[in-house]
C-alpha cells in the first residue's frame, strides 16, 4: 500500500460522516490525512511512497462537523516491527496517557506538560519541544498552546468545558527537528524513529473525557 492510498481511504471516510477535512487546504497542504514514516515526525504528504515491513507509520487526522474540529493520531507498525521501535510506540500511547490523566478542572496546564515529559523521559525516549499540542474547538488550531514538556503548577489553570488537543511526539534520539525539502515534512534532525500519538480531549471536574478516542 501507498501512503496515498491511505489518503483516499480518508477522504472515502469523511464523505460517509458528512465532515470535511481540517487539513485540506490549510496554510497550502495538499491532502485530508498526514502520513509520516519513521523517521518523519509529522505533517507527511501521502503520495507514491510504498510502506514496507519494518516500517513505523503516523497517521494524523483532523475533521470538521458541525462547526466544531477533532484532532487525532497514532502511530503503528507495518508487520514484525523492531523491539525499540515497539517500545516506542507503546511509550508514546503512555505519555499521551499520562497526560489525559492530569488533565482536570483546577489543575495547571504545566501538570499535563510535565506528566508527559515525565513519562517518556523515563522510558529512556526524548520529547520534541518544537511542535506542541493546542486548544481546539471552531478552530483547529486555538489557545492555549500545550507543550509536552515543562513544570507541574505553571501555566493557565484548567476550567470545565476547554477542549485541549494533547499530542506528545516522542524521539529514538535527540528532540531537535529538521523540515524536509517539500516545506511540509518534519524529521528527526538526528534521523532517529520518532512516533506521535494525539486525542481531542474535554475538561470534565475530575477528569477528561476523551472526544477522540484512539486505539
Same mark, same amino acid.
Given at each position: 500500500?501507498?501512503?496515498?492510498?491511505?489518503? &483516499?481511504?480518508?477522504?472515502?471516510?469523511?464523505?460517509?460522516?458528512?465532515?470535511?477535512? %481540517? !487539513?485540506?487546504?490549510?496554510?497550502?497542504?495538499?491532502? *485530508?490525512?498526514?502520513? %509520516?514514516?519513521?523517521?518523519?515526525?509529522?505533517? #507527511?504528504?501521502?503520495?507514491?511512497?510504498?510502506?514496507?515491513?519494518?516500517?513505523?507509520? %503516523?497517521?494524523? !487526522?483532523?475533521?470538521?462537523?458541525?462547526? !466544531? /474540529?477533532?484532532?487525532?493520531?497514532?502511530?503503528?507498525?507495518?508487520? =514484525?516491527?523492531?523491539?525499540?521501535?515497539?517500545?516506542?510506540?507503546?511509550?508514546? =500511547?503512555?505519555?499521551?496517557?499520562?497526560?489525559?490523566?492530569?488533565?482536570?478542572?483546577?489543575?495547571?496546564?504545566?501538570?499535563?506538560?510535565?506528566?508527559?515529559? *515525565?513519562?517518556?523521559?523515563?522510558?529512556?525516549?526524548?520529547?520534541?519541544?518544537?511542535?506542541?499540542?493546542?486548544?481546539?474547538?471552531?478552530?483547529?488550531?486555538? +489557545?492555549?498552546?500545550?507543550?509536552?514538556?515543562?513544570?507541574?503548577?505553571?501555566?493557565?489553570?484548567?476550567?470545565?468545558?476547554?477542549?485541549?488537543?494533547?499530542?506528545?511526539?516522542?524521539?529514538?534520539? #535527540?528532540?531537535? @527537528? =529538521? &523540515?524536509?525539502?517539500? /516545506?511540509?515534512?518534519?524529521? @528527526?534532525?538526528?534521523? %532517529?524513529?520518532?512516533? /506521535?500519538?494525539?486525542?481531542?480531549?474535554?475538561?470534565?471536574? +475530575?477528569?477528561?473525557?476523551?472526544? @477522540? =478516542?484512539?486505539?
Amino acid at each position: 500500500m501507498t501512503t496515498g492510498e491511505l489518503d &483516499v481511504i480518508a477522504v472515502r471516510e469523511l464523505e460517509r460522516y458528512g465532515a470535511t477535512s %481540517s !487539513f485540506l487546504g490549510y496554510r497550502g497542504f495538499p491532502a *485530508s490525512l498526514c502520513v %509520516s514514516v519513521n523517521d518523519e515526525l509529522v505533517h #507527511g504528504i501521502p503520495g507514491k511512497r510504498v510502506l514496507c515491513e519494518g516500517d513505523i507509520v %503516523s497517521l494524523d !487526522f483532523a475533521a470538521a462537523k458541525d462547526g !466544531f /474540529h477533532g484532532d487525532a493520531a497514532l502511530t503503528i507498525g507495518v508487520g =514484525k516491527i523492531s523491539s525499540q521501535a515497539q517500545s516506542l510506540i507503546e511509550a508514546t =500511547k503512555g505519555a499521551l496517557d499520562a497526560g489525559i490523566a492530569a488533565a482536570c478542572s483546577g489543575a495547571h496546564l504545566g501538570d499535563i506538560s510535565a506528566a508527559i515529559q *515525565s513519562f517518556a523521559e523515563a522510558r529512556g525516549f526524548s520529547v520534541v519541544r518544537e511542535y506542541v499540542g493546542h486548544g481546539i474547538g471552531r478552530e483547529m488550531h486555538e +489557545d492555549p498552546q500545550v507543550p509536552n514538556f515543562g513544570s507541574p503548577g505553571r501555566g493557565p489553570l484548567l476550567q470545565r468545558g476547554m477542549t485541549l488537543a494533547l499530542e506528545p511526539m516522542l524521539n529514538v534520539g #535527540g528532540w531537535r @527537528t =529538521k &523540515v524536509g525539502d517539500d /516545506h511540509w515534512t518534519v524529521k @528527526t534532525a538526528d534521523g %532517529s524513529l520518532c512516533a /506521535h500519538f494525539e486525542n481531542t480531549i474535554a475538561i470534565i471536574n +475530575d477528569k477528561a473525557e476523551i472526544l @477522540t =478516542k484512539v486505539d
